[in-house]
């Protein structure tokens, strides 16, 4: 498979990746700790998801980077709003899936499976609002 | 014996640990989070086997409070599920608000000692 994931990452081999990291921050009012992951199935590289707007695409400045047929340079965001987090697809005309299935905007669930243009992630975050 | 005896320094040398190689080539099962505290936002993978939870280097959850021992809890991640074992402290911690040394973990829980609140994400 020619696409391939760019961006942050260390490396492979199931290592975290800090995307954007939240600063020591939050318990005064202060922006809020967000704990979420894409893990890319097959390459089993892991992205974490450390901000309120998580922005992926082809083009460069995205949070997540990715190259690969299909997918666009503004493809879609993760939003963390409300102690849950909803993905955004950016008029892909049914690029973005989440467990099979296109969507527009939708809220995600842990161990949902999301399909950006070829490449699958599996989501993961605490099944509970996610601010303590 | 004699032929320890003709042994250089460098015979000496003895393979440990190959556990800690092995475990790195493991995939990641999990993370521990951390809520509060020096490192608050981080996340440190885990995976089977041990994983070490302590202010030392060697420890795969390094954690860079002066308050945590060099090697403070182990998690253990089997076929039996997810143990946390407290190896280095007089207190214990708090298991999901309760004080504990040891006890078995679900996806989710909390694990308090002092100002650092850690919490544990299960991948699957």
């Known amino acids: ?132 | 014996m004699a032929d320890r005896a003709a042994r250089g320094p460098f015979d000496r040398t003895v393979l440990e640990d190959i556990t800690a190689f092995r475990q790195a080539r493991s995939p990641v099962l999990g993370w521990l989070t951390v809520w509060s505290g020096a490192q608050r936002g981080a996340d440190f993978p885990l995976r089977a086997g041990r994983n070490f939870v302590g202010s030392q280097r060697e420890c795969q959850v390094c954690l860079s409070d002066p308050q945590v021992p060099d090697f403070w809890l182990s998690i253990r991640i089997g076929q039996a599920g997810w143990t946390l074992i407290d190896l280095d402290s007089d207190g214990g911690f708090l298991h999901n608000d309760r004080p504990a040394f040891r006890g078995g973990l679900e996806d989710g829980d909390w694990i308090r000692a002092g100002e650092l609140l850690l919490r544990v994400k299960m991948r699957a």
């Not at chain 1, 190259?67 to 939003?79: F, K, N, Q, R, W």
């Not at chain 1, 102690?83 to 049914?94: A, K, L, Q, S, V």
């Not at chain 1, 973005?96 to 992630?121: C, H």
Request: glycine share 12%.
């Open chain 1, 1 to 132: 498979m020619g696409d391939s994931l760019d961006g942050s990452e260390r490396g492979g081999n199931g290592e975290t990746v800090v995307v954007d990291q939240c600063p020591a921050c939050c318990d005064v009012g202060e922006s809020p700790l967000v704990f979420a992951w894409l893990i890319a199935q097959g390459e089993e590289k892991i992205f974490r998801i450390a901000t309120e707007t998580f922005t992926i695409g082809a083009a460069s400045g995205n949070h997540l980077v990715l190259a690969g047929e299909g997918v666009l340079g503004d493809h879609c965001s993760i939003y963390w709003e409300g102690g849950r987090f909803e993905i955004d697809d950016h008029n892909t005309r049914g690029r973005t899936r989440v467990n099979d299935r296109p969507v527009r905007r939708q809220e995600l669930a842990d161990r949902d499976l999301v399909d950006i243009g070829p490449l699958r992630f599996s989501f993961h975050c605490f099944p509970e609002k996610n601010h303590g």
